[in-house]
């Protein structure tokens, strides 16, 4: 015994109608969520392509500005400590020889 589509009562024929149309509603509502979600992906994406050679020179420069800085405090401690010692050598009263440039 098989039953058509005719023979069953149309509450039943009603409730499946209704929920195809709010499940193809919900299928729309991701199929456009999904799209939103991939355009944001492949702009987010891209945006970090962009900013890698930027990325690249700034960190380039800050190493190059952190040698700089380092190299100045170094030489500002070797005239420091050749100040120190030229002045421990005249209180025992003995210098040292310094080359005219």
Known sequence: MTLKQTD????FTEKNAAMTESVTELNREVVQK????SWV???SAQSQRGM???LERETTLGNKALTMVRRAAL???LK???QQYAMELALIGKAFYK???
Do not use: G, N, Y
């Not at 069953?8 to 509450?11: E, G």
């Not at 999904?34 to 979600?37: A, I, S, W, Y």
């Open 99 to 101: 080359q005219r440039i």
């Open 41 to 43: 992906q492949a702009e």
């Open 80 to 82: 420091q400590e050749q």
């Open 52 to 54: 890698q050679p930027t």
């Open 8 to 11: 069953m009562p149309k509450s």
């Open 34 to 37: 999904m799209k939103t979600v």
């Open 75 to 77: 030489q500002d401690l």
